[in-house]
């Protein structure tokens, strides 16, 4: 089993470029089912995510042909299959972003089947805002047995008007995917406004779909008969970009991060700036820059343009050591989201969750401990609290943070710290008795 093992306390200085964003690359590369010609997809993330669902299209017949490492040309023109066939049930089981295949297919064929999507285990995560969406666009939803079967009436979805009762990424993202070649004009109210949400759109327009609004809290699609080949430039990960942020602001040190949008950053810079570390803005870059002492504050997690949830478990772990008492509140998932905290105590810090709010006293120092990544973004946030405390810290289940995050390890080092990837056989249960005994 992979670990991270992390001696920590050396201050981060150097420079690294932030790699495609995740949450849009997941988004698109299904879209590009919908596609009939080649699309040439650039700054796509070398991450296991996008390994899986490229996998899933060329399983389904796509013609997949990776350029350079984060190059891809996709040609689904030949794509038949409106059903996962088993082989590939254990990869939508494994990843979230498998829903958007549900949008694709109804929009490409006017049918889908696919199993419910497994993804991050933070908790209870409906699919209700995407089902009301695709059957206001007339597909018949039946789920039964952990799977999904959508047929569009009359073989093609139509237009039509959504309000979304909850800000939904996915949904939203799912709905506009579909609407892209449906009848007519289809209208999606209080959608979610995340940077990757603007770049689906952008993605599918320079396919031939007609999507306006995508950034504000209405989208308008003015469905197409099919989508053509063209290419696409990814936008640069706003949270994979937060994550490096937050472990300068943890650890010292000053690092350039290169490849970033500074607009998508501002959430996480202001809140930075409150805490005593310095941000500076360029056209496509910041700099992070702390050597003062860290002061304490207050986050609550919003959808775009507010704290993003995705940065809730890497703030709360550059919090633990900012004397006095810090609230991080969640207000997007409804669980908390802290499943993560007994991880960070684990280490020293000083933590006590009530409901949506994790209260935290600093504490002067961390100290490293075997933790386990229990998610990818909780996983980031255990590699910045190990990287910021004294002693070794072991990081376990790195699986998780390599779905989201290209070359973390190698990425680190390039900026100075001292983190290893090993691969450590599991203990197994004689291991464990034999151990008793002794
Ligand atoms: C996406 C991101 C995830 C991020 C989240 C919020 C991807 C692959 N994942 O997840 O990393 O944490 O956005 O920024 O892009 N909800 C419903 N009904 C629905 C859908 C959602 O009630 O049908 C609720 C959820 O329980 C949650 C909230 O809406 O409380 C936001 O969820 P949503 O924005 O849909 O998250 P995801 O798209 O799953």
Redesign the pocket.
């Known amino acids: 089993m992979e670990k991270y093992v992390i001696r920590g306390g050396k201050p981060l200085h150097g420079e690294i470029e932030i790699s495609g964003a995740k ?1 849009a690359a ?2 698109i590369i299904p879209a590009a089912l919908m596609v009939r010609g080649v699309c040439r997809l650039e700054n796509l993330p070398e991450i296991s995510d996008t390994d899986t669902l490229l996998h899933i299209l060329t399983y389904l017949g796509a013609d997949v042909r990776m350029i350079n490492r984060s190059t891809v040309e996709l040609d689904c023109t030949h794509v038949q299959m409106d059903s996962l066939p088993e082989e590939m049930w254990n990869m939508t089981r494994k990843i ?2 498998s829903y958007y295949l549900i949008g694709a297919m109804l929009g490409r064929f006017g049918r889908a089947r696919t199993t419910m999507p497994g ?2 285990n933070f908790g ?7 089902i009301k969406g695709l059957t206001a666009l007339g597909a018949d939803i039946r789920m039964a047995g952990g799977f999904i079967n959508a047929t569009a009436s009359d073989g093609r979805l139509k237009g039509g008007t959504v309000y979304l009762d ?6 939203t ?1 799912n709905i506009m995917i579909a609407a892209a070649t449906a009848e007519g004009r289809t209208v999606i109210e209080n959608v ?1 406004r ?1 940077p ?1 949400i603007v770049d689906l759109a952008n993605f599918l327009n320079s396919m031939g779909a007609d999507v306006r609004g995508a950034g504000t809290d209405v989208i308008k699609i003015r469905g197409v008969r099919e989508l053509h080949g063209g290419s696409y430039t990814l936008i640069p990960d706003q949270i994979e970009a937060g994550t490096y942020m937050t472990a300068v602001a943890a650890v010292g040190g000053a690092v350039r991060l290169s490849n970033v949008i500074p607009k998508h950053l501002e959430c996480i810079s202001t809140k930075l700036r409150e805490m005593n570390v310095e941000v500076e803005e360029g056209d496509d870059y910041v700099l992070i820059r702390r050597d003062g002492p860290l002061h304490h504050t207050n986050v609550k997690t919003k ?1 775009y343009p507010g704290f ?3 940065m809730q478990p890497q703030m709360t772990a550059v919090l633990c050591c900012a004397p006095g008492v810090s609230v991080v509140t969640e207000g ?3 669980n908390g989201r802290f499943k993560y905290v007994a991880e960070l105590k684990k280490m020293g810090a000083n933590i006590e969750v009530d409901d949506q709010s994790a209260f935290i006293q600093g504490v002067e120092q961390l100290t490293g401990a075997t933790v386990k990544a229990c998610d990818l973004r909780a996983g980031a946030a255990m590699v910045i609290a190990g990287l910021s405390a004294q002693g070794v810290t072991k990081v376990e289940d790195v699986v998780y943070i390599e779905r989201g995050y290209q070359d973390i390890v190698g990425k680190f080092r390039a900026l100075g710290a001292d983190i290893t990837c090993i691969d450590e056989p599991e203990e197994t249960e004689a291991d464990l008795s034999g151990r008793k005994i002794g």
Request: net charge neutral; aromatic share 4%; hydrophobic share 40%.
């Open positions: 949450n997941v988004a979230r972003a993804g991050c209870v995560r409906p699919i209700d805002q995407h909850k800000v939904s990424v996915g949904a993202i979610a995340e990757h959808p993003p949830t995705d997007v998932w409804n």
